[in-house]
């Protein structure tokens, strides 16, 4: 009883609303447990299907309805592989993958490898010569998506520590301009030392001022070829990378982050050229987040038209795209690319 009680609070988090809702969620995983719930005398009354449904305490249920994918709450409780990105400024994808023995490549994406879960790849010369960076598949799909090509002008708006700038970087080859632009100073000096190591030191950082974004980026107005927004996001779609992030979600904190969301989409939108693409994107699951959010900025601004992404994994979602851990083994993304069609 007590290693049951221990899974379920693992499972459930460390305040489960019932001991009912714990050990359902703990059923989930164990039908010999599963079985035990038939309301016979001294039983727990049968599972009812809304109960299965909330994947059993692993998900607060007021986020329950909200996600895009509920089928696939079990699935991001899982553990995650090692995603390699092969870096093309520095070598090729075959002669990479000769040095990882225990590496698959992952369809539809041609720099990307997997790994076991928990491969040290950090201690491997490959990592710290810079060949390799580890990024999971699902955010190679969304720099592939973003369509950067040599000689353009590349705006990642939310760059952070520079994951998807070095995919795009790697895109550009080094030919146009791409700028990395954040409001949080700490997050962009990361960068600087991870583009070393890449031979991407082309790229430019723009330190922004919150709240204040628009006056920043005043002189690349209508210049960009591709703009980025991969938006602060509740994280639903990363739960197997950060489990105890499902109970530090609250609605109130999922309303600001729809705003922001909004608010960045807003001034990253002027910075596009005619014909350029505006790629937004989050590793949520939530539709507010998602499909929602895109299909609010087409009725906020004429002159978009949503754009069909076609990869061989994941799935048309609203008018973009969906990825989810247990239909592609990513993490969970919801990303959207719409074209400037007029000025």
Not at 126 to 136: I, M
Not at 188 to 203: D, K, N, W, Y
Not at 205 to 213: C, I, K, P, V, Y
Request: glycine residues 10%; proline residues 7%.
């Amino acid at each position: 009883m007590r290693d049951h009680v221990y899974d379920a609070i693992r499972r459930a988090g460390e305040r489960p609303d019932t001991g009912r809702e714990a050990m359902i969620g703990l059923a989930a995983e164990q039908p010999e447990l599963a079985a035990l719930f038939d309301g016979s005398p001294h039983a727990p009354l049968p599972i009812e299907p809304g109960e299965v449904g909330a994947v059993a305490g692993s998900v607060p249920h007021w986020l329950v309805p909200l996600i895009a994918a509920p089928v696939e709450q079990d699935a991001l409780l899982g553990r995650a592989p090692v995603d390699l990105r092969v870096n093309r400024l520095k070598a090729a994808p075959e002669a990479v993958a000769s040095l990882f023995p225990d590496a698959a490549p992952i369809v539809a994406l041609p720099d990307a490898l997997r790994l076991p879960e928990g491969y040290p790849v950090e201690k491997d010369a490959a990592w710290k010569d810079g060949l390799v960076e580890v990024q999971d598949a699902g955010s190679q799909a969304i720099a592939l998506a973003c369509g950067a090509q040599p000689g353009m002008t590349v705006v990642d708006m939310c760059a952070g520590a520079g994951g998807k700038t070095l995919a795009l970087a790697a895109a550009i080859a080094g030919q146009g301009t791409l700028i990395a632009a954040d409001t949080i100073r700490s997050r962009l000096a990361r960068l600087g030392p991870r583009a070393q190591r890449a031979g991407a030191t082309f790229i430019e950082t723009l330190l922004l001022d919150q709240s204040h974004e628009a006056r920043g980026l005043a002189s690349l107005n209508g210049l960009a070829d591709v703009v980025l927004v991969d938006a602060p996001c509740s994280g639903t779609g990363t739960w197997r990378r950060n489990p105890e992030a499902r109970w530090r979600l609250t609605a109130a904190r999922l309303d600001r982050l729809v705003a922001e969301q909004a608010r960045i989409l807003d001034f990253a939108a002027p910075l596009l050229a005619p014909g350029g693409a505006l790629v937004y994107a989050t590793c949520a699951l939530t539709d507010r987040e998602g499909k929602a959010q895109v299909d609010s900025f087409l009725r906020r601004h004429a002159g978009w038209t949503p754009e069909a992404i076609d990869l061989p994994l994941g799935r048309a979602h609203g008018a973009g795209w969906l990825l989810t851990p247990g239909h592609d083994g990513t993490d969970g993304f919801f990303f959207a690319r719409l074209r400037r069609t007029a000025a």
